[in-house]
């Protein structure tokens, strides 16, 4: 599949009012596409994984869908009204047209998710993370305006969807991870996990989102590891079968970060050494542009109290400077 990494794409939410559930954006993580490149990238590409698993990139994020007895459970759902029509074609496409009775909220980044009014009209039960249920309930209550509203089940640990054979698990990090309100899944048959921005495969991911925990996420990338899957799946970037280097590499990443913003804040220096206390002693290569890990840099060393702890980070700006 194509690599598309760039963050910078990022639209806001249009489906949520609450402050809970506003824009959620991220400054940009790998380098940007060029115009002339852009325009020869077709607007989405879909592969097979394994038994009735199937991952989409449509438009500039990765969806994944998996087909159970009766229906089809969907990771996210696309950055815009065009994404989620083409992926619930493909859906249709290759399920012999079942419905999509579950959809997985990974979390609340516009790229991941702003299609999400296009599957509520079936009546799809929603899965997002436990803390943010009931305001998510109440926001589509709204949009449905009368109409059929969706079941929401918010994930605490995990929740098991089986049906035909075919078992899916939805997961949630104790606390928070890439972002405050992480799902992944892993299904069974195809051992694929859908991972959303907990891995961005082959470079390194962003730390910018005010709530993301480094240390959680750590965690959460091993409890990955557990589940020894054989495939996967981020929000953005290729899809990859080296599965253990990638988790070793973001945790690593999220270590080294961490522990760089963590010492620059002990000793007492300003956020303006970040940059050289990140490039002086561990340089990673490729694997990050300067600007990218200096922008993680800088988001923790911001976030970091004199006792070492984490605060989370300023309310992100509501679409379009609208107050939601
Ligand atoms: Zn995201």
């Known amino acids: 599949m194509l690599r598309v990494n760039s963050f910078s794409f ?26 002339s490149k852009a325009s020869v990238i077709p607007p989405f590409e879909v592969a097979k994984l394994g038994p009735g698993t199937w991952v989409g990139r449509f438009g500039i994020s990765n969806c994944g869908w998996v ?19 083409n992926l619930q074609s493909e859906i249709k496409r290759s399920t012999s047209g079942k419905p999509v009775k579950w959809v997985v909220v990974s979390h609340l980044h516009g790229h991941a998710n702003s299609g999400l009014p296009a599957f509520l009209a079936t009546g799809a039960t929603v899965y ?4 943010i249920a009931a305001d998510t309930e109440a926001a589509l209550t709204h949009m449905a305006s009368g109409g059929k509203v969706p079941k929401v089940v918010g994930v605490k640990q995990s929740v098991v969807v089986s049906e035909g054979g075919q078992t899916v698990e939805v997961l949630a990090p104790k606390g928070a991870a890439s972002t405050g309100v992480d799902l992944w899944i892993f299904s069974s048959e195809a051992k694929a996990a859908f991972v959303a921005d907990l891995v961005v495969t082959g470079r390194c991911p962003s730390m910018t989102d005010g709530q993301s925990d480094p240390l959680g996420w750590v965690a959460e990338l091993h409890r990955i590891a557990e589940k020894k899957p054989s495939v996967i799946v981020g929000s953005t970037g290729d899809t990859s079968t080296a599965v253990a280097a990638e988790l070793a590499a973001t945790s690593a990443y999220l270590e080294r970060v ?67």
């Open 128 to 131: 997002v993370h436990a803390s």
């Open 67 to 85: 087909e159970l007895g009766s229906g089809v459970l969907v990771v996210d759902t696309g950055a815009s009204n065009q994404d989620a029509a």
């Open 258 to 324: 961490y522990r760089i913003a963590k010492e620059t804040k002990e000793k007492g220096l300003p956020e303006a050494r970040v940059s050289s206390q990140l490039s002086a002693i561990e340089k990673v290569g490729e694997y990050c542009s300067t600007k990218a890990d200096i922008l993680n840099g800088l988001a923790i060393y911001r976030r970091l109290g004199k006792d070492g702890k984490l605060r989370k980070g300023p309310e992100p700006p509501a679409p379009g400077g609208v107050k939601p």
């Open 10 to 35: 990022v639209r806001p939410f249009r489906w949520l009012g609450g402050a809970v559930l506003a824009l959620l954006p991220l400054a940009a993580s790998g380098a940007e596409i060029p115009a």
